[in-house]
């Protein structure tokens, strides 16, 4: 009988274990994964074949897709994009921050405002767009800037102006977690 409750006891910390251990773990895996996985050809669009064979249909490369995935592991994973995203190639750079759009992820709010700040015109470009599609409440971007594929300075410009200039006046408040 002693051994039946010994049983069932460890059975129940390797479940608390594992439950506590599982977020961990699949953003570990998932970062390995953004690391290894094949860069597209070109960071704006990847070119793929639809079912046919026959017209080209534009989506995520592996890495966004891969990136998308160690998005959805939620707050945990800030720091795993926080290291993926001080790399100095840029097309990396863009391919990542391009896997955080959607409204479930608010977490990634002050990462994005700290990657209107690069460099590169296609990482701050991406970096609005998520921002854009987190916050549903307001747009910080002119209509139809993200289906043209080139980075159009002066536009990249006033969106990063007014998106800055929210986060300022209110967004810190409201999603910069006390920072």
């Given at each position: 009988?002693?051994?039946?409750?010994?049983?069932?006891?460890?059975?129940?910390?390797?479940?608390?274990?594992?439950?506590?251990?599982?977020?961990?773990?699949?953003?570990?895996?998932?970062?390995?994964?953004?690391?290894?996985?094949?860069?597209?050809?070109?960071?704006?669009?990847?070119?793929?074949?639809?079912?046919?064979?026959?017209?080209?249909?534009?989506?995520?490369?592996?890495?966004?897709?891969?990136?998308r995935k160690l998005a959805n592991c939620g707050a945990q994973a800030e720091p795993a994009f926080r290291r993926?995203l001080q790399t100095g190639d840029s097309r990396f750079r863009v391919e990542v921050v391009r896997a955080i759009?959607?409204?479930?992820?608010?977490?990634?709010?002050?990462?994005?405002?700290?990657?209107?700040?690069?460099?590169?015109?296609?990482?701050?470009?991406?970096?609005?767009?998520?921002?854009?599609?987190?916050?549903?409440?307001?747009?910080?971007?002119?209509?139809?800037?993200?289906?043209?594929?080139?980075?159009?300075?002066?536009?990249?410009?006033?969106?990063?102006?007014?998106?800055?200039?929210?986060?300022?006046?209110?967004?810190?408040?409201?999603?910069?977690?006390?920072?």
């Amino acid at each position: 009988m002693l051994a039946f409750y010994a049983g069932t006891g460890v059975i129940c910390l390797l479940l608390v274990g594992f439950y506590f251990a599982w977020t961990p773990v699949r953003v570990w895996y998932w970062e390995r994964e953004v690391l290894n996985a094949e860069p597209v050809a070109s960071p704006d669009m990847t070119l793929k074949a639809d079912s046919s064979g026959l017209l080209p249909v534009f989506g995520p490369g592996p890495r966004t897709i891969a990136a998308r995935k160690l998005a959805n592991c939620g707050a945990q994973a800030e720091p795993a994009f926080r290291r993926l995203l001080q790399t100095g190639d840029s097309r990396f750079r863009v391919e990542v921050v391009r896997a955080i759009y959607g409204s479930k992820h608010l977490w990634a709010l002050p990462l994005l405002i700290e990657m209107t700040a690069d460099e590169d015109p296609r990482v701050v470009r991406e970096a609005i767009g998520g921002a854009d599609s987190i916050v549903a409440d307001r747009s910080f971007t002119s209509g139809g800037w993200m289906d043209n594929p080139g980075p159009q300075q002066a536009v990249v410009d006033s969106c990063r102006k007014k998106l800055l200039a929210w986060w300022k006046r209110e967004g810190k408040a409201k999603y910069g977690r006390g920072e």
